[in-house]
């Protein structure tokens, strides 16, 4: 807009040609919609999983032990379980940045331990370095244990030699290899297609526990950040005034912790 107005200036002679050029050569600031959270509606949640169910449909429970049990013994090709796989391993991926919260990069350095559903929750270890360091450790809701359990029971049938989550399922000839970081990276648009994304799927949890008013410095734990930095996720679901004084009164002994430092 301005540089359209400083063009109608210029033509009529109000303006130099040198003012005229230098707000040409203003970059324009970035779009407003990547600077901060950018969560999926619950309709487009709901159409993620329509889309998934149509591209990937998963096999009845009965006839999936069926077939894994004959494909484990030799007596099945790999084909009859392949979709079933692919979309156990998704809803699994899906679930850790949808429900919690986890980075593209945190889901990928998982281990088979720090997830099993039979654990409280997801161990987030720092740097990915699993059993050596800190960590956090977001609770499992039930939502994803339904859908993280899943993968876990159809992995340890496929019994392979290493403990990465992710498998390469293309083929049968891989089926028992680790997913490699390249085709984790392209999975959501290899398999579900264009416009989705880890980050919009975190932030979607973000704006879920902030909705269900987790509190700042839980909320902060949650996401892997520090108190100070998770501002931009609080204003996804402004506070009534009563719920901004319990925030700030939450928020000042780490601020104070800050301030000495």
């Not at 003012?19 to 487009?44: F, I």
Request: net charge positive; proline share 7%; glycine share 6%.
């Amino acid at each position: 807009m301005l540089r359209a107005h400083y063009r109608r200036l210029y033509m009529t002679g109000e303006v130099t040609a040198d003012t005229y050029l230098a707000v040409r050569s203003v970059m324009l600031p970035p779009d407003p919609t990547h600077l901060g959270p950018h969560p999926y509606s619950a309709d487009e949640v709901a159409a993620l999983w329509g889309l998934l169910d149509k591209r990937w449909p998963k096999l009845p429970p009965a006839a999936a032990q069926r077939w894994l049990a004959r494909w484990r013994n030799g007596r099945s090709p790999y084909s009859r379980i392949r979709g079933h796989a692919i979309r156990c391993q998704l809803d699994a991926i899906i679930t850790l940045a949808l429900h919690c919260g986890l980075r593209k990069t945190e889901i990928l350095a998982l281990d088979e331990r720090s997830m099993h559903p039979d654990n409280e929750g997801v161990a987030v270890w720092d740097a990915g370095e699993a059993w050596t360091g800190g960590f956090r450790e977001v609770r499992y809701s039930d939502e994803a244990c339904k859908r993280i359990a899943p993968w876990m029971n159809l992995r340890s049938v496929i019994a392979p030699s290493h403990d990465r989550p992710w498998l390469n399922l293309h083929s049968r000839t891989t089926v028992r290899e680790p997913m490699t970081a390249f085709t984790f990276s392209n999975l959501l648009g290899t398999y579900i297609g264009p416009g989705w994304t880890f980050r919009r799927l975190r932030d979607s949890a973000a704006l879920r526990w902030v909705e269900e008013r987790v509190s700042a410095l839980e909320l902060a734990d949650r996401l892997g950040l520090a108190v100070s930095s998770i501002d931009r996720y609080l204003a996804l679901a402004p506070l009534t005034s009563e719920e901004m004084l319990e925030a700030v009164t939450q928020y000042a002994p780490e601020f104070e912790r800050l301030m000495s430092v």
